[in-house]
């Protein structure tokens, strides 16, 4: 509507007729699903070149059908493809783990648990209240034998207290004690005099021949005032505090409480003491628990202290370290490497870091977005807590009835148990322990072919790709086949029922192993391609290719037989850099097949005609080219212009493109404008396709001759496009005639 003006003046007013575009959307990725050694399962990830696939799928195996499978990725990516990889689920399928506690003593892993990716973690397994500590964030055996080391502020101080008569069963780790005082003077510089009682746990004991406790370590953790039976102010103590053991003092009273709760019975006198000289903060005498040799944590980071966070809520000791090691080299191939530092985690739910941007340092929380190994389960207090005995041991303890050698308890949220806010908390302890995982299971846990997957399996990995509006697909590769030929059959029909429903890209197939592989007779070989081949659907999505190709695998130091239709794919990929889809994968100029030392099936020109009449494009060494793609055939089984792989290609293309420029004209009017400018789109867009030689001619028709009343009057819009594909040449005739000398070329020319 027009602006109504009053006065003289000018109105400026924009109209966009511009609206729409083409965008050609090739970009030459591969698909491809198998069993591999490590990695998330039935997830797809994007993989871009051949380091990206070894650091999430692990490298090629030696003795394994696996590695046909990631070799597949490999000679994709080196024609210059992305490729989208899954790794397919197998009922044996494992996560390493630590467990749960068994009968209140040490952590052993489950064979019962499988996390395939973090989706499924996030939603089954992040209230997990029983089962497992830990576990490797992929399933498989990769990670047996990796060791978690924890420690967090356990003890702050050592103190040897020397005593006589105690009996080991006495004195354990994890005990509380308490040691009086009376007209002690604590903290320097002042003259102050406190009665009362400091609280400690016991993290080390040494024990002579005759069975007695020698020497006892202590953690210092707080001190209580109390005159007779009435308990005054108890002050926890943080590390360093030297005067708080000159608190105790010979002829000190030790009263200890077992880590179940129970008064271990009777009074113990200090015989003597450490000097406050010799004493060393308990932190820097500590190592990580590994079989590989003595790492210092103190060499790792400072120790854990409480978090900003918790202290400015009243809460105390919610931080650890968590150190994940390599202990017996499995993964990094180096015994003791250290894999992973996870500095400073919390054991509150809410902790948020002071960095900027903030983070939630909640172990369980920062574990699952930041850690490239491990997930956390069941509460790791109650599993630490637990490793001497059932009750978790305590930072700080409560007394009962004012008695202080009765009933101490932890000073926690329920008993113990992680993951509640910081208000108010005094966390339970860690200490200083160290977990291996294990339990960890491949696809076939009773050994033997570790990695071979099942068609089932391999169908629902490649089901990933079906959605063409979820996942970019050009090339379908099929990779090795199935142990079994018609199960090898029905995995090829299984990606071309993918490609024909998604109609924009194209399955490439090659034939059983067997029937090529150590088959010492070319006419047998022959043979069982076609017979591989004829069961298989018609489809112009499908080429064919009829060979496996001997290659060096440098991970393993041998030649290995691999299938081809991988380079197939990268074939196409090659021909869209340095052409376009429409150009022949094929032939001298562009179907060089890369990295062929030689091929299982050398069909000669008589069996590549019998394959070729069978869709089957033979792979050909020729002299002085190497091996090549020598057909270009798509896998329909009748004759029509889609039976070439570049019309196929070609129409892929431009329907992909001009798809997007007809989304664009959704619930618009069907109108002559509208019809205008959706031509005044494509029309340029198909001039430069035949530019590009991938057209002979075109025409399009949007008008009212197609979009009748009954169709606009229907909610449609209706485009017809004509296209003359250009054809690639097939067959080549040479005639060469011998004239007489006096005959001029005029009077044979067209008469042979």
Request: with cysteine.
């Given at each position: 509507m027009a602006t109504q003006q009053i006065s003289p003046g000018v109105i400026t007013r924009e109209v966009d007729l511009t609206v729409g575009r083409v965008d050609n959307v090739v970009a030459n990725t591969g698909a491809l699903a198998g069993p591999f050694k490590i990695g998330p399962v039935n997830e797809v990830i994007d993989i871009t070149n051949e380091v990206d696939l070894t650091e999430s799928f692990g490298k090629p195996l030696s003795t394994d059908s696996q590695y046909e499978y990631w070799m597949s990725g490999a000679s994709f990516l080196s024609y210059g493809g992305q490729l989208k990889v899954v790794r397919v689920d197998g009922a044996n399928l494992k996560n390493s783990n630590a467990g749960a506690p068994v009968g209140g003593v040490g952590i052993a892993s489950t064979t019962t648990l499988k996390i395939k990716n973090f989706d499924d973690y996030d939603q089954s397994y992040t209230d997990i209240s029983s089962g497992w500590t830990y576990a490797a964030r992929t399933p498989g055996t990769w990670a047996d034998g990796l060791k978690l080391c924890f420690i967090d502020d356990f003890a702050d101080q050592t103190i040897g207290l020397t005593t006589t008569n105690l009996k080991v069963a006495g004195f354990e780790i994890g005990c509380g004690v308490t040691v009086a005082y009376s007209g002690t003077t604590v903290g320097l510089g002042t003259t102050a005099t406190t009665n009362g009682y400091v609280k400690g746990i016991i993290t080390g004991l040494t024990t002579d021949s005759t069975n007695a406790a020698s020497?006892?370590?202590?953690?210092?953790?707080?001190?209580?005032?109390?005159?007779?039976?009435?308990?005054?102010?108890?002050?926890?103590?943080?590390?360093?505090?030297?005067?708080?053991?000159?608190?105790?003092?010979?002829?000190?009273?030790?009263?200890?409480?077992?880590?179940?709760?129970?008064?271990?019975?009777?009074?113990?006198?200090?015989?003597?003491?450490?000097?406050?000289?010799?004493?060393?903060?308990?932190?820097?005498?500590?190592?990580?628990?590994?079989?590989?040799?003595?790492?210092?944590?103190?060499?790792?980071?400072?120790?854990?202290?409480?978090?900003?966070?918790?202290?400015?809520?009243?809460?105390?000791?919610?931080?650890?370290?968590?150190?994940?090691?390599?202990?017996?080299?499995?993964?990094?191939?180096?015994?003791?490497?250290?894999?992973?530092?996870?500095?400073?985690?919390?054991?509150?739910?809410?902790?948020i870091s002071d960095v900027n941007p903030p983070t939630n340092t909640y172990y369980k929380n920062y574990l699952a977005n930041f850690s490239e190994y491990i997930y956390a389960g069941w509460n790791p207090s109650q599993a630490a807590d637990s490793f001497w005995d059932t009750t978790p041991r305590a930072t700080g303890f409560t007394t009962t009835s004012g008695v202080k050698s009765d009933g101490f308890t932890p000073i926690t949220t329920g008993g113990g148990v992680w993951g509640q806010d910081a208000s108010g908390v005094i966390f339970s302890g860690l200490g200083n322990v160290g977990y291996e995982l294990g339990g960890g299971q491949n696809y076939n846990a009773s050994g033997g072919a570790q990695y071979k997957a099942n068609l089932g399996d391999l169908s629902a990995g490649y089901d990933l790709f079906e959605n063409e509006d979820e996942v970019d697909v050009d090339y379908l590769i099929m990779g090795p086949g199935c142990s079994a030929k018609d199960e090898s059959q029905a995995k090829a029909n299984k990606l071309i029922a993918i490609a024909e429903a998604r109609k924009d890209c194209v399955a490439v197939i090659s034939p059983h192993k067997s029937d090529v592989v150590n088959v010492t007779s070319s006419k047998d070989q022959t043979n069982n391609v076609l017979a591989f081949y004829a069961p298989i659907t018609s489809s112009s999505y499908a080429v064919f290719d009829s060979g496996y190709k001997w290659t060096w695998d440098r991970y393993n130091n041998k030649f290995r037989y691999m299938p081809t239709n991988p380079d197939v794919a990268g074939l196409m990929v090659r021909t869209d850099i340095e052409q376009f889809p429409w150009f022949s994968p094929a032939g001298q100029q562009r179907g060089n097949i890369n990295n062929c030392v030689k091929l299982a099936y050398n069909p000669t020109k008589a069996q590549r005609d019998q394959l070729y009449e069978n869709r089957i494009n033979p792979i050909t060494n020729l002299p002085g080219q190497g091996a090549v793609l020598f057909g270009d055939k798509t896998g329909l089984s009748y004759a029509s212009a889609f039976d070439r792989i570049n019309v196929r290609r070609l129409f892929i293309t431009v329907e992909s493109a001009l798809q997007g420029v007809a989304n664009a004209q959704l619930f618009e009017f069907n109108d002559e404008i509208t019809r205008s400018n959706f031509v005044n789109i494509v029309e340029p867009y198909l001039r430069d396709v035949q530019a590009k030689r991938g057209l002979v001619d075109f025409r399009v028709i949007c008008d009212q001759t197609n979009n009748t009343p009954e169709v606009i009057d229907n909610n449609e819009f209706r485009a017809d496009i004509f296209l003359k594909p250009t054809r690639s040449i097939n067959f080549v005739t040479l005639t060469f005639v011998a004239t007489r000398t006096g005959v001029s070329f005029e009077e044979v020319t067209g008469r042979v």
């Open positions: 020497t006892i370590d202590v953690k210092i953790v707080s001190k209580v005032e109390q005159t007779g039976n009435i308990i005054g102010t108890e002050t926890y103590v943080n590390y360093a505090q030297f005067d708080e053991q000159r608190s105790i003092t010979p002829g000190s009273i030790v009263y200890c409480v077992s880590t179940a709760g129970t008064n271990k019975g009777g009074d113990y006198k200090v015989a003597s003491v450490n000097t406050a000289g010799t004493v060393t903060d308990w932190y820097d005498n500590q190592t990580l628990d590994l079989s590989s040799g003595t790492v210092y944590w103190n060499t790792i980071a400072s120790k854990p202290q409480t978090s900003g966070y918790a202290d400015a809520r009243n809460g105390k000791n919610d931080a650890f370290h968590l150190v994940l090691v390599d202990d017996t080299g499995s993964v990094s191939g180096i015994q003791g490497t250290i894999l992973e530092k996870n500095l400073n985690l919390s054991k509150a739910s809410d902790t």
